[in-house]
């Protein structure tokens, strides 16, 4: 098994997802603000989502990590580099669970794990799928430089954009 | 926690590997994963596929059947619990044709039982099976589990057998 190293910023660590982090995200993805990520779905469906994030480290090699806010030590969010099977790219994904929006975590953890990708993975680009209304998340796409390359539609997840990242810095 | 690695005569019990894609996507694609709620697309069948590492990094998990003459990877077993599941269920999933009518799943399932009691110290454990699925009905009974009750699940009736428990 491959498991997610720790990454720290300013306010955030990220560190591998766990089974504590259940309750959180059944939460959220129970909630409406999953509806631009597969959602909303029952806590049964969560948690073989959450056996898949875990799996995705194994067969890929990397994977999402679990966002923790250092000062509290609260499970705040899922961010990191996604790329299942049918995936037109490999991408940088970022969901804060419900109540810890509004804090810029998104972008600072974003921003850790797209600086992680480029240096440790030696990816040269990055794209993110963004579901069409999801204002929040272009928002965040935005302050990272992102442009919007074209629209794509998944045969799961349905009309997205896809989003390209700045390449890393020489 | 970690998966520990089982052995019979003529199998090996091990944690998945990403080499048992092709084999398991061609199950979980195809008509032998009808039982299961098959056949799933590669994308889902990849979610499910990827489902079997974090299983075990929230509890326990299955194992994949491999083997030991070829070194293929031939099924799944061993216990399964996801979110909404009452108790342990033990699963056994052969993943090709050729794998079948050679008592390949009874051993493998015999093992996996044997270590749900020996090392997990658990003293029950329960099968869920379609009842179109004679063969699967067939193999909990010779692993002397019998029909305890039925249940409703996503509008199929589905047999709940219960296994003999731990040999005193």
Redesign the interface.
């Known amino acids: 098994?491959t498991a997610a190293p720790t990454l720290t910023t300013d306010r955030l660590i990220l560190r591998p997802l766990?089974?504590d982090d259940?309750p959180v995200l059944?939460d959220f993805y129970a909630s409406d603000r999953a509806r631009f990520v597969g959602g909303p779905q029952d806590?049964?469906r969560?948690?073989?989502t959450?056996?898949?994030?875990?799996?995705?480290?194994?067969?890929r090699g990397y994977g999402r990590f679990g966002l923790e806010v250092r000062e509290t030590g609260a499970f705040a969010g899922v961010v990191g580099p996604w790329n299942?099977?049918?995936w037109p790219a490999p991408e940088l994904g970022w969901d804060l669970m419900n109540g810890f929006e509004g804090h810029g975590y998104a972008s600072e953890a974003a921003l850790a794990t797209r600086d992680w990708v480029y240096d440790t993975l030696g990816w040269t680009t990055a794209i993110s799928l963004i579901a069409d209304g999801n204002v929040g998340s272009e928002g965040v796409a935005r302050r990272l430089g992102c442009t919007r390359e074209r629209d794509y539609t998944h045969?799961?997840f349905g009309k997205m954009a896809i989003w390209r990242h700045p390449e890393p810095a020489r | 926690m970690n998966a520990p690695t089982l052995h019979t005569d003529r199998l090996t019990l091990r944690l998945a590997e990403p080499e048992d894609w092709p084999t398991y996507r061609e199950y979980s694609t195809g008509p032998r994963s009808k039982t299961a709620g098959g056949p799933f697309p590669a994308t889902s069948a990849w979610h499910r596929f990827a489902g079997f590492w974090g299983h075990w990094a929230i509890c326990f998990g299955r194992f994949t059947i491999v083997e030991q003459a070829t070194g293929a990877p031939v099924g799944h077993v061993g216990p399964y619990m996801p979110e909404g599941h009452p108790e342990p269920e033990l699963t056994w999933t052969l993943w090709t044709d050729d794998a079948e009518g050679r008592g390949i799943a009874f051993k493998a399932a015999t093992a996996a039982r044997d270590w749900c009691y020996g090392t997990l110290d658990w003293t029950t454990l329960t099968s869920h099976i379609d009842p179109a699925n004679t063969r699967s009905a067939a193999l909990a009974e010779r692993l002397g589990a019998h029909r305890e009750t039925s249940f409703d699940h996503d509008g199929l009736t589905i047999d709940l057998y219960r296994h003999p428990g731990p040999k005193p």
């Open positions: 098994m766990k089974a259940f059944a806590a049964d969560t948690w073989r959450l056996a898949t994030e875990i799996g995705h480290w194994t067969l299942p099977h049918g045969d799961m």
